[in-house]
């Protein structure tokens, strides 16, 4: 079974601050999904990214397949950003996702 | 273009009623999903479907059954409700791809409760 770890579980900042959200998968994908839930809100996809880096206004996300790694990085970080981020790994083979458990961020004004 | 169209949004069921949750998607996806999310658990596969006539069981499908009639729609049962059923279900599609490595597209959510 694919494992998939993110770390922090848990994150609180203050406004303007650069935050890092790390996701550590234990098999070899292709690519990587980062999704994001606001409280109480469905779940909507960020970015889909198979190597380097991605970039979505103040949100880049980076991704080494070879060490089985991908970072979410938030810069100038605002209240509205405040939801939880979950990394998810789309099999090489079958047809399930894995998720992490989420990274819940907490940005405060 | 509206993604993907959970209903409903929001149930109360009383324990050993049944309901039937749906699922729509516009986007001609293969692929679709059940979840259910529950606090610290993170999301889990109920059931999935590969395409039209078939389905699969995930990580968690007792006391669930689905159904994948047309391409478009994935449904959802709960033939005898329990408490332990209360969760949030979100439903997700994406398009096939050999490699597997395709964007998943995910619903609002049902909030469920079973009492």
């Known amino acids: 079974k694919n494992e998939v770890e993110q770390s922090p579980q848990n994150l609180t900042a203050q406004e303007g601050e650069f935050i890092t959200i790390n996701c550590s998968y234990s098999?070899?994908?292709?690519?990587l999904h980062w999704l994001q839930q606001h409280p109480g809100g469905g779940i909507v996809s960020l970015f889909m990214l198979s190597s380097g880096k991605k970039k979505h206004g103040r949100l880049i996300a980076t991704i080494n397949i070879q060490e089985k790694h991908s970072s979410l990085h938030i810069t100038a970080s605002h209240p509205r950003d405040s939801a939880v981020y979950i990394c998810a790994n789309p099999p090489n083979t079958g047809n399930q996702f894995y998720f992490g458990t989420g990274t819940s961020l907490t940005v405060i004004p | 273009n509206a993604g993907v169209t959970q209903t409903p949004k929001f149930r109360v069921l009383k324990t050993g009623q049944s309901m039937t949750l749906l699922c729509a998607q516009d986007?001609?996806?293969?692929?679709m999903y059940w979840y259910r999310q529950d606090p610290g658990m993170g999301l889990r596969l109920i059931h999935y479907s590969v395409g039209e006539g078939t389905t699969a069981k995930g990580e968690v499908p007792d006391g669930y059954n689905v159904s994948r009639l047309k391409k478009q729609n994935f449904l959802l049962g709960l033939e005898s409700a329990a408490p332990s059923q209360t969760s949030v279900y979100f439903c997700a599609s994406r398009p096939f791809s050999p490699q597997g490595n395709t964007e998943a597209f995910f619903g609002q959510g049902t909030r469920l409760t079973v009492v």
């Open positions: 098999v070899g994908i292709s690519a």
């Open positions: 986007m001609n996806h293969e692929y």
